[in-house]
């Protein structure tokens, strides 16, 4: 990240004060909720390493996220369930997770930068930002939220439902996980309008079930 202050130093130099970057984690997987996360970062952030959790050892992201947590203006972290990613699709559920997220910030921020994201209820002046969370500090810093919250969670359901790998994969689509929801059955935290999920509901062949 060359200049990770550059899109909120633009808002700033456009007058405004409190500038949030905003980011998801968990659109792709077939179990579990949607994270979303905003961070408002302190104009002088000294926190050094910040970039696109996708590029970070879990080592470096859980130290990252304390000291996010610690130094931020303000932030929020939301969710939606995949009950309501069944019920109003994986996009509209991102949207509401980010809703809850925002709601938990104070002060609300003037500004927001989303990576590649529009949210139509939002209304303050907002820039939706193509890979957003390489070029950003702050969209960089609230994807480290969303992400270490979420994979936290995910392994907290691994404790409720036994067997299908939730606290390695953490709900995305790989070998081990696709073995397991064939042996098994999908379980109550399963994305069933998902295609991998409802091919296996739709199969008709036996599974069975632990809940």
């Known amino acids: 990240m060359n200049e990770p202050f550059r899109f909120e130093r633009q808002s700033w130099d456009r007058g405004f004060w409190l500038v949030a970057g905003g980011d998801e984690a968990g659109r792709g997987p077939w179990a579990g909720p949607v994270f979303a996360a905003f961070v408002v970062l302190p104009?002088?952030?000294?926190?050094?390493?910040?970039?696109?959790?996708?590029?970070?050892?879990?080592?470096?992201?859980?130290?990252?996220?304390?000291?996010?947590?610690?130094?931020?203006?303000?932030?929020?972290?939301?969710?939606?369930?995949?009950?309501e990613i069944d019920r109003i699709n994986i996009l509209e559920a991102t949207r509401l997770a980010f809703a809850r997220a925002f709601e938990q910030l104070h002060p609300l921020p003037d500004f927001v930068l989303l990576d590649h994201l529009k949210l139509p209820w939002l209304r303050i002046s907002s820039l939706s930002i193509t890979k957003g969370d390489t070029l950003s500090i702050s969209i960089a810093a609230a994807s480290i939220l969303a992400k270490e919250a979420r994979d936290r969670h995910m392994e907290d359901l691994d404790k409720k439902f036994p067997g299908y790998g939730f606290a390695s994969h953490k709900?995305?689509?790989?070998?081990?996980?696709?073995?397991?929801?064939?042996a098994l059955g999908p379980c109550p935290i399963h994305r069933y309008s998902f295609k991998p999920v409802k091919k296996v509901i739709e199969s008709g062949k036996p599974h069975e079930t632990l809940f």
Do not use: N, P, Q
Request: net charge positive; with cysteine.
């Open 43 to 83: 104009r002088e952030c000294g926190i050094k390493g910040i970039d696109d959790s996708k590029k970070l050892t879990r080592g470096r992201r859980i130290e990252l996220y304390s000291r996010i947590r610690e130094s931020a203006v303000c932030f929020g972290i939301g969710s939606a369930t995949s009950a």
């Open 171 to 182: 709900g995305y689509g790989t070998i081990r996980h696709r073995e397991a929801l064939w």
